[in-house]
């Protein structure tokens, strides 16, 4: 960061606006590549001025981190709605039930957060802009996607579903086999909701393969 980054406050602005710059931007840095934007056609693209871009983010690097973690922000919210709806305590009480709302929970995940238009961009935006974003290197976002998702597995861990000492750990393992494969398969097949469910699947059963406890489902 910059000395003249450090001073300058940035703008909050308003809600509708920076949506719109966000919004404008997400979609021209994976059109045109992040060096090829102008701060100038993120200001057409999202009808305001461009003195209004660079209140609200002071400069690219900043409105390029901005779009990451405005899809980081809509991610975690939804993985905490699909934790509270697939693995609550109340809906996995026997192995039975963790092998399928473990599926399950994988399958839904797959389907919404995978298929986001704003997650898609952002994963690509991080993976050809990563040494120029070294704020994201233990990024609270990151942190936070991980302790949702090692807290559920703590608690079916707790109640003798899983045999998981390190839940952040297994959390991680879960990611692996699941969301991160899915990452790295090309675009075309990304595109693909079946071969998406495919990997889905496949990563939670591996994943209850190594973590279910003994005498537990792992399907």
């Given at each position: ?17 920076r ?73 996995v ?57 090692a ?41 693909d ?16 393969r ?6 537990g489902?792992?399907?």
């Amino acid at each position: 960061m910059t000395e003249l980054q450090e001073r300058k406050p940035l703008r909050e602005g308003q809600a509708h606006k920076r949506a719109a710059i966000l919004t404008a931007a997400r979609t021209l840095f994976v059109e045109s590549g992040v060096e090829r934007t102008s701060m100038d056609a993120v200001a057409a693209r999202a009808g305001v001025s461009k003195r209004t871009v660079y209140d609200y983010y002071g400069d690219k690097h900043r409105l390029l981190l901005g779009v990451i973690e405005d899809a980081g922000e809509s991610a975690l919210t939804t993985l905490r709605e699909l934790v509270d709806r697939h693995l609550a305590d109340d809906a996995v009480t026997t192995p039975a039930d963790l092998g399928a709302a473990t599926e399950a929970f994988a399958v839904a995940l797959g389907r919404v957060l995978l298929r986001a238009t704003d997650y898609r961009a952002a994963a690509r935006l991080i993976a050809e802009n990563e040494p120029l974003l070294p704020e994201l290197v233990d990024h609270p976002l990151e942190q936070a996607h991980d302790q949702v998702l090692a807290e559920a597995l703590g608690r079916l861990a707790a109640r003798g579903l899983l045999d998981a000492d390190d839940p952040l750990l297994a959390a991680a393992h879960f990611q692996a086999l699941t969301i991160l494969r899915v990452l790295n398969e090309p675009p075309r097949r990304r595109a693909d909701a079946a071969h998406v469910e495919r990997i889905m699947t496949d990563g939670a059963r591996a994943f209850l393969r190594a973590y279910a406890a003994r005498g537990g489902s792992s399907r």
